[in-house]
Antibody, heavy 118, light 109 residues
Framework: QVHLQESGPGLVKPSETLSLTCSVS?????????WGWIRQPPGKGLEWIAS???????YYNSSLKSRLTISVDTSRNQFSLKLTSVTAADTAMYYC???????????WGQGTLVTVSS | EIVLTQSPGTLSLSPGERATLSCRAS???????FGWYQQKPGQAPRLLIY???SRAAGIPDRFSGSGSGTDFTLTISRLEPEDFAVYYC??????????FGQGTKLEIK
């Protein structure tokens, strides 16, 4: 059973950079599949943010693209997200997930709540 | 940009009843890459259906998916108490790469 675990600061100040890491166990992220980030503002729906494949191929939600960077550390079997210039609108639960064979997210982390506030 | 619109926004039913949830895409999407998720309060979403009609591992057979093109349906044949949750549809395509519907809340009547 693939396991994903998000980590990062629970609180970020406006205009600063949000950095999150997803640690993956029981599967090598360099082997296959897209690995991505999805967020969910409190009481709202799901929004795909970014995905990465084989370290070389990155994909971003166009509405956030100018502020996003997704990367992989294969030595640690982790992938990370950086979101710059955050505002209160970036307050959300952030999930990391694997997109399986059908490009549907079959494994998810438990999520990490990020609040943007001074 | 592909937009997924789910209906109804809220569905009120009783245990034992049949639930039919709809998801309509703003343009044709790939059935092979269409999925449904269940989310309960305080939990991450759980994949129910992938490829429009295949049940994910461990999902009871009362859950079924159908559809193609722009119209997709999730059916729960006989509602159990644990099925009351929020359901999301999701597609994979070019713009954006992945997108979700806004969700349907299935509540106990």
């Amino acid at each position: 059973q693939v396991h994903l675990q998000e980590s990062g600061p629970g609180l970020v100040k406006p205009s600063e950079t949000l950095s999150l890491t997803c640690s993956v166990s029981r599967y090598s992220i360099s082997s296959d599949y897209h690995w991505g980030w999805i967020r969910q503002p409190p009481g709202k729906g799901l929004e795909w943010i970014a995905s990465i494949y084989h370290s070389d191929y990155t994909y971003y939600n166009s509405s956030l693209k100018s502020r996003l960077t997704i990367s992989v550390d294969t030595s640690r079997n982790q992938f990370s997200l950086k979101l710059t210039s955050v505002t209160a609108a970036d307050t959300a639960m952030y999930y990391c997930a694997r997109a399986g064979d059908a490009e549907n997210f079959d494994y998810w982390g438990q999520g990490t709540l990020v609040t943007v506030s001074s | 940009e592909i937009v997924l619109t789910q209906s109804p926004g809220t569905l009120s039913l009783s245990p034992g009843e049949r639930a039919t949830l709809s998801c309509r895409a703003s343009q044709t999407v790939s059935s092979r890459h269409f999925g449904w998720y269940q989310q309960k309060p305080g939990q991450a979403p759980r994949l129910l259906i992938y490829g429009a009609s295949s049940r994910a591992a461990g999902i009871p057979d009362r859950f079924s998916g159908s559809g193609s093109g722009t119209d997709f349906t999730l059916t729960i044949s006989r509602l159990e108490p644990e099925d009351f949750a929020v359901y999301y549809c999701q597609q994979y395509g070019n713009s954006p790469m992945y997108s979700f519907g806004q969700g349907t809340k299935l509540e106990i009547k």
